[in-house]
C-alpha cells in the first residue's frame, strides 16, 4: 500500500526515471535533460534542498519572492516513486491567488489510479495533526478536470474563480476544505 514519506534516497532512482518519463516538479517549469541531469548528478545535494527548502523563490516573471515554508512529501510504494504533494503553512499573497496551500502532481505512468486523490486525503490528514490551519485553500486551473474531481473528491468547497498570476486567458477554480 502506497505511503506519505520524507523524500529519501530509497525511491531517487524511480524518482530520477519519472522526470525522464515526464514527471515535472513544477507546472510552470518543465523539466529539462540539464535540470534532470543536476538532480542525477547529486541526488545527496538535491535531497538536502528539500528538507532545507531557500527562503525565497524566483517567480515566473523574473522577479525574486518570499517562499512560503513548506511539507514536501513522496509517495511511494517501496522503492518505486509515484508522486509527491506539498502543503504550505501560510500563503504568501500568490498563493492565496493561485496554488492555495496544497500542490501535487503523479507520475505519468501512475495516473489514472486513483493516487492523487488517495495523496490528498493522506495529506489533508497530515496537516490536521501537525499545522494550526483550521481550512486549507487549493486552487485547480480550468484545464485541469482531474485536478478539479481530486480536490470535489477530497470535500473541496467551491470558492470563486479566478486569474492565473502568470499566463494569460487560464482561469481557476478556488476551493477550501475545512479541516475540523
Ligand atoms: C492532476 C493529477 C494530479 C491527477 O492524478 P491522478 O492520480 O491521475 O488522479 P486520480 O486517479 O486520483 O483521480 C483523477 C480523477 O479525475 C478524473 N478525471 C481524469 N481525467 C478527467 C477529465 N479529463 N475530465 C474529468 N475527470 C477526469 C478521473 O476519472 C478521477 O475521478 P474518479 O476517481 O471519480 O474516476 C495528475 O494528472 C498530474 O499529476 N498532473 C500534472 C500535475 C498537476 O496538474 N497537478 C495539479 C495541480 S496542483
Redesign the pocket.
Known amino acids: 500500500m502506497p505511503q506519505l514519506v520524507r523524500p529519501d534516497m530509497a525511491q531517487m532512482a524511480s524518482f530520477i526515471d519519472a522526470l525522464h518519463e515526464g514527471y515535472?516538479r513544477d507546472?510552470l517549469r518543465e523539466e529539462t535533460p540539464e535540470t534532470i541531469a543536476a538532480i542525477a548528478d547529486a541526488p545527496q545535494w538535491y535531497l538536502r534542498s528539500l528538507h532545507n527548502p531557500p527562503t525565497t523563490i524566483v517567480l515566473p516573471d523574473g522577479t525574486l519572492g518570499p517562499r512560503a515554508p513548506e511539507t514536501h512529501l513522496w509517495y511511494v510504494e517501496g522503492d518505486e516513486f509515484l508522486?509527491s504533494i506539498s502543503a504550505r503553512h501560510s500563503l504568501t499573497p500568490v498563493l492565496e491567488q493561485w496554488g492555495g496551500h496544497i500542490?501535487?502532481?503523479?507520475r505519468p505512468s501512475?495516473?489514472?489510479?486513483?493516487?492523487?486523490?488517495?495523496m490528498l486525503a493522506l495529506m489533508l490528514d497530515h496537516v490536521r495533526e501537525h499545522l494550526p490551519l483550521d481550512r486549507v485553500t487549493l486552487t485547480?486551473s480550468l484545464k485541469?478536470?482531474?485536478?478539479i474531481?481530486?480536490i470535489e473528491?477530497n470535500g473541496g468547497v467551491f470558492r470563486d474563480e479566478v486569474d492565473h498570476p502568470w499566463v494569460p486567458g487560464d482561469r481557476g477554480r478556488r476551493y477550501w476544505i475545512a479541516l475540523c
Open positions: 515535472s507546472t508522486g500542490g501535487y502532481a503523479v501512475a495516473q489514472g489510479r486513483g493516487y492523487a486523490s488517495a485547480a485541469n478536470p482531474a485536478s474531481r481530486v473528491k
